[in-house]
Nanobody, 124 residues
Framework: QEQLVESGGGLVQAGGSLRLSCVPS????????LAWFRRSPGKEREFVAA????????LHASKVRGRFFISKDNAKNTVFLQMNALRPEDTAVYYC?????????????????WGQGTQVTVSS
């Protein structure tokens, strides 16, 4: 059973930082494209950031560009989402996702596996 386990969410004041972690099972980490999505109350799930396995390239949504950074640590088999300058509108459940044949990194329907989500709450 393939799985992704997220951690690192919590409550933070506006302007603060958090780092989310996602530990995929070994095969996923080395084979799949990896991404972060989020869902705010009453809103659709939206793309946050992704890493392309084949090129090592990354993509960040315009809303978070310059504040959030996706990275991975091969030694720890972990994908991170560093979130800086957090805003109340960043409040959401954040999900780690993995996709084997992703064409559009921003398209959530192309991802095969999802974590359980971790809550991030930013107070004003």
């Amino acid at each position: 059973q393939e799985q992704l386990v997220e951690s690192g969410g919590g409550l933070v004041q506006a302007g603060g930082s958090l780092r989310l972690s996602c530990v995929p099972s070994g095969r996923i980490f080395t084979t799949y494209d990896l991404a972060w999505f989020r869902r705010s109350p009453g809103k659709e799930r939206e793309f946050v950031a992704a890493l392309r396995k084949s090129t090592g390239g990354f993509l960040h949504a315009s809303k978070v560009r310059g504040r959030f950074f996706i990275s991975k640590d091969n030694a720890k088999n972990t994908v991170f989402l560093q979130m800086n300058a957090l805003r109340p509108e960043d409040t959401a459940v954040y999900y780690c996702a993995a996709g084997l044949e992703v064409i559009r990194l921003t398209n959530s329907s192309e991802y095969n596996y999802w974590g359980q989500g971790t809550q991030v709450t930013v107070s004003s």
